[in-house]
Every structure is written in structure tokens, then in C-alpha cells.
């Protein structure tokens, strides 16, 4: 059985998701087997379009989901968008992957995807609303189940 | 000897605070030995009353207190409280349990409740302004002794 | 061979890299091999001057270091600076050591200062941006190495 890296992404700022991909592309591409668990402000990498809509979303959840779009912003020095379109600029320059290119190299090397159903529940976001690349839809107690089997347990 | 979850909770955000008290109780009912580290804004979870005031607090201490309530803010789109009004009124809608019943539903399952004994020397709380649920109140050296033996580390 | 405390410093908040600094001398102190990743934000605190400047740092990347100095800001009510001017002021009157007082503390008990790469590569840094302090210079790879190998994994 091969080691395991396991992290939670809470956070959806471009900075920190930045940080878990390079994480998680490096640990896949060196045998490490990986998972990220995707939950709350996460969950909007994985969302199919801008703002989610689903059937039967109240009017906060909608809400919700127009607060939390696929547009990133930084944890600090957002400033009102100014930042993250500095950084993937720079980024560009200095020759780093982008996040979605990232994200494409993470489900060659065999990343898995996993949605928190909780938070799901909670945005009123179902399957359909997700990008087909998630793996799976599940619970706290099944992240738990992998986190107590992985060597690296990370919350970003 | 049981398997065991260890979390510092150093954040005082709601997202965030619900995030570590899902896994906390999740873990816990599934036989994980659960122990949630407050330190910082997380201590804010603890306080008895809305503005801890301890004797001998100095101005900046007081100022802390003030600024760390007991009304939790969003990590993100706080929007001066109706970020967290709204969370609350979709969480409602949907279901899920409130923080408050979460920390009820952890103490009930055994999670344990200890307080970094640093942070509350810098916020000047004694055990007298915490709620009666906290089980201790201890250093880095004891978070790190209990964190070595545990198979799941996070830094919420 | 020891037991090994790794911690990622992603964040350049006062408080939090307080937190990693706090467990970081106590886990040295207490027989743990304890080595600090910086990355991102996490880097300002090895950056030799204010403005690190390098030779051929594009527009975006001096940006990026003008705006992340070594002044840290709280991750909460930072309020232009007034809520860090406040917090070290408060640590002083508890006695608390201030974060340069933690940083000399760690070297003395061993802590390791590892830089990222790829962060470095980002803001345009080289070693000679960096405090003397910096041990090494790695990728990702070299991170999850120690990883694997550490019985405490933080993301702070």
C-alpha cells in the first residue's frame, strides 16, 4: 500500500489553492498517493460555471453562490481583483503553471477529487453543478476514514 | 489506545469554526479520541460573556476583547455581520446544525476542550471567563506531547 | 533518529506566524527536529530589507514585494496597522517575547529556516534577499520528503 497525502481545501483564495496544487501535482508525480477534499469556499474550483445555480437553491444560497465564484481572489492585498490578475501575470512571466493548468496535470498524475457533501448541502450545489473531474461526493467521517490512513494530513 | 484527532483552532471565523467542529464531532462518534486546541481568535469560541473583562486587563487587552467577540465573522464576505446572518439562515433552511448545537453535540461525545494558557495570558482571561466545558488550560507542550501521538494533526 | 515537527508558513500575519514560532521553539526545546517551510506570505519574514529588491525583478514582482513587507499585519482587525502596533504592545506588558525575540530563540534551539523555490521564484528573490539564517532553498519535493517523515504536519 502507498503512502498517502491528504489535504482539506477550505480556502478558494488563489493563493492558497495555488500552494495545495503544487503540493499535490509534486506529491502524485513522486508515488505519493493523494486526495484533496474540497469543502466550503474550496468547493467553487470545482464548480462548472460562474455562478452555480441549481433547482430548489433558496435565495441565500444563491447568494452564496454569486459571493463565491470561480474568480479567486488573494488572501491579502485582493484588491478588488487587482491582485490576482497581478499575480497570474507574473506568474506567466516567470514561467509557473497557471491554476488550471495545475488542475490538469493533478488528474493526469491520478489526484483525486473529493466534494464534501455537507458543504454541498450547504451552497445547494448537487452533482450536475460540478465539474465531471470530482471523484466522489462524500462525508466528514469518510475524509477521516483517509486522513487516519495518510502519512501527510494537511488543512489549507 | 484509541486513535486520535488533535485540532488547534486558531481561527475565531464561523466558516471556519463550523468546519473544525463538524470534523470534531464526526471524528469523535466514529471512535477518534477528538481534542480541540483553542488558541487565539479561536479562544473566542470559550468566553462566557460577549466582552471577557478580567481584573488587572490593561487597555490593550480590553481592546482585544472587544475586537474578538463572541459574534463570529466570515473568513470571507463578512459584510459587517450579514455574511454570518445569512450562513446562519441558510444553515437553518437546509438542516444543519448550528455552531452552538455542534459544540453541544462535541461535548456530549467527549470531545475535549483545552485552552492555550499563552494566548489567554495575552487576551488576560482566566479560567473564570471561559464556559465550564473546558477541560484544561495548557501550554505549546502539551498541545505538542498530545500531537505526537495523534494520527491526525490540523491547523485550523 | 528524532521525531520530526514539520510546519508550512504560508501565512505573514502577526498572529499566526506567532503561532508557528510559539510551537516551533517549544517543540526544539522539547527534543522535536523542527524545520519551518516558508512559502508565500510566509517568505517576508526571511527577507533581508523591506522592499527585497533583485536584480531583474519585473514591474509585477516588485509589486508584489512592496506590498508584502516585513511589517506584518494581524490576519484580523488589522485596521492599517493599528491592531499589531496594539498587539506588541500588549506582549510586552504580559511579558510575551516578541516575534524577533522567537526567531533568535529558534536558531539557538535548532529550528530549521527552509525557503520555497517556487514562492521565491514567484517574487522574484534569491539568496541574497534572504537573511543568513535561511538553511536551504527547496521545491516541493524536498518538503514532502520531510514530510512523510515528521510526526507532526502543520499548514499555518
Redesign the interface.
Known sequence: MS?K?TI?L?S?DL??TL?AF??AT??S??G?ETTIFF???GLNLLKKTYFARGKGQ?I??K??NF??TKKL?L???NMLGL?PW??K???K??G?AQLEELMATARQLGVKYVACT?SC??M?LSRENLIPEVDDMV???A???L??D???????
Open positions: 503512502e497525502l482539506i477550505f478558494g493563493d492558497k500552494a503544487i503540493l509534486t506529491a508525480a513522486s505519493l469543502t466550503f469556499w433558496n441565500g444560497q447568494l452564496f459571493m463565491s481572489p488572501s491579502k492585498f491582485g497581478m499575480m501575470k507574473v506568474m512571466k516567470v509557473m455537507t448541502g450547504f445547494g462525508g466528514a467521517a475524509y477521516l476514514a486522513a487516519k495518510s502519512k501527510i494530513n494537511l488543512f489549507i
